[in-house]
C-alpha cells in the first residue's frame, strides 16, 4: 500500500519560507512516476502547485514559479516543496499526491492527509 | 495556462442519476480525471483517462468526455456521495502543468 504523509510547520510567518516534506512509503519514489503538491484555501478549491519526476525534472504552476522550488531524495524517499516570501494567501491546507502522466492521461493517486499551514505574524 | 470550469453545485435525489460536468480547451487534448472530497478528507481518485474507474470505486461512478467537455455520472446517487467533486487535466499547452477545475458541490436531497 501507497502512502504519502506530509510534514512541517504549521505556522509561518509572512515573507518567510514556507518548507513542507512528504515522505512515501510503501513504494520507490524512484520508481517511474511523478510526485506532486497540490493546496486548498480555506473554502476553496484545489490548486496544484507544482510536480517533480523522480530524474529532478520539475514543472511548476507559473503563478508560483518565481517563489517554488521542489526538490527530491531518493535515498531518503522523500520530496519536499519550499515556498518563499509567503503571505497569507498562501494559507491552505497542502497535500502532496503520486502522479500519473499515461499519453493523454495524468492524474493524481494516491494522495497524503494534507496538512494545514497558516500563514500569520 | 489552461481554465477548467465546473458548476459550483449540482442537487440530485437520492437514486437518481446526476452529472457533473467540466468545460475546457485543454479537455480537446488531454484526458479528465476526477477526485471526490468529503469534509475534512483528502481527496480521491473516481475516475481517470475519462472514463476509467480505479478499483475499490463503485461502478455507479462513470465518465465520459466529448470535445471540451468532460462528464462525471453517478448512475443511483447515495447519500454518501454528497461531496465536492474536482476534474484536473494537463494544461492545454502540451506541457506538464496540471490544472483544477473549481469544483462542484453535489447535494443528495
Redo the contacts between chains.
Sequence with gaps: QVLLQESGPGLVKPSETLSLICSVSGYSISTNH?W?W?RQPPGK????IG?IYHSGST????SLKSRLTISIDTSKNEFSLRLSSVTAADTAVY?CAR????????????????TLVTVSS | SSELTQDPAVSVALGQTVRITCQGDSLRSYYASWYQQKPGQAPVLVIYDNDNRPSGIPDRFSGSSSRHTASLTITGAQAEDEADYYCNSRDSTGSHLGVFGGGTKLTVL
Design positions: 511523478y506532486g497540490i478549491g484545489l490548486e496544484w510536480s514543472y511548476y504552476n507559473p497535500y502522479g500519473t502522466i499515461l499519453g493523454k492521461g495524468s492524474w493524481f493517486d494516491p494522495w497524503g492527509q494534507g
